[in-house]
Each structure stands twice: as structure tokens, then as C-alpha cells.
């Protein structure tokens, strides 16, 4: 069975950083693309970034490029999302997921995740 287990989360002030983790276990963690998304209340989940299963290509959303940073261990199972300069408007609760088709580059669609994480929340105050 696969689990994705999201940590990290928290309060923190304007400008400040978080770096949330995701640890994979129950398949293949390094043959699949892992993505993060967000959701704010009353919003749709929405596409925060993406790495391909070997780490070498990275994509992000226009509102968090240049302030998040994506990346993954693949030795540990475990992907990880840097976020720094925080704002307001990143406050959501963030998951973890896992594309279902292995060795695909990063996807920014929903259905193309089939497993997903319970979620970590990330507060930030003005």
C-alpha cells in the first residue's frame, strides 16, 4: 500500500521560510514524478510544482517561481518543497502526490496524481 506522509507545516510571519517533507513508502518512490499542490479555503487544489522521478527537471506554478524550490532524495524515499518569502496569499493546506505513470516528466493536472498525502497545514500571518 502506498503512503504519503507530509510534515513540515506550521505558522510563520511574512517573508519568513518552511521547508515542508514528504516521505514515500509502498512502491518504487525514484520511478515516479512527484508533484505538491495547495488548497486555501473555498479554493480548488491547485498545482504548487513538479520533479520528474530522477530529480533533473523541475516545474512551478507562476505564483511561487523564483521562492519555491522543489526537489527530492531519492535514496530516502522523500521529497521536499523549500518555501521561502512566504505571503499571505501561500497560506493553504499543502499535499504531497504521486503521478501514476513511472518515468513521466512532472504533470500539473490533478488526474494525473493517483496517490496523495493527508496534507500539511501552512500559515502565514501579515
Known amino acids: 500500500q502506498v503512503q504519503l506522509v507530509e510534515s513540515g507545516g506550521g505558522l510563520v510571519q511574512a517573508g519568513g521560510s518552511l521547508r515542508l517533507s514528504c516521505a514515500a513508502s509502498?512502491?518504487?518512490?525514484?520511478?515516479?514524478?512527484m508533484g505538491w499542490f495547495r488548497q486555501a479555503p473555498g479554493k480548488e487544489r491547485e498545482f504548487v510544482a513538479g520533479?520528474?522521478?530522477?530529480?533533473?527537471?523541475?516545474y512551478y506554478a507562476a505564483s511561487v517561481k523564483g521562492r519555491f524550490t522543489i526537489s527530492r532524495d531519492n535514496a530516502k524515499n522523500t521529497v521536499y518543497l523549500q518555501m521561502n518569502s512566504l505571503k499571505p496569499e501561500d497560506t493553504a493546506v499543502y499535499y504531497c502526490?504521486?503521478?501514476?505513470?513511472?518515468?513521466?516528466?512532472?504533470?500539473?493536472?490533478?488526474?494525473?496524481?493517483?496517490?496523495w498525502g493527508q496534507g500539511t497545514q501552512v500559515t502565514v500571518s501579515s
Open positions: 502526490a504521486s503521478q501514476k505513470t513511472r518515468y513521466s516528466i512532472s504533470s500539473t493536472e490533478l488526474g494525473q496524481y493517483d496517490y
Open positions: 509502498g512502491r518504487t518512490f525514484s520511478s515516479y514524478a
Open positions: 520533479i520528474n522521478w530522477g530529480g533533473g527537471s523541475t
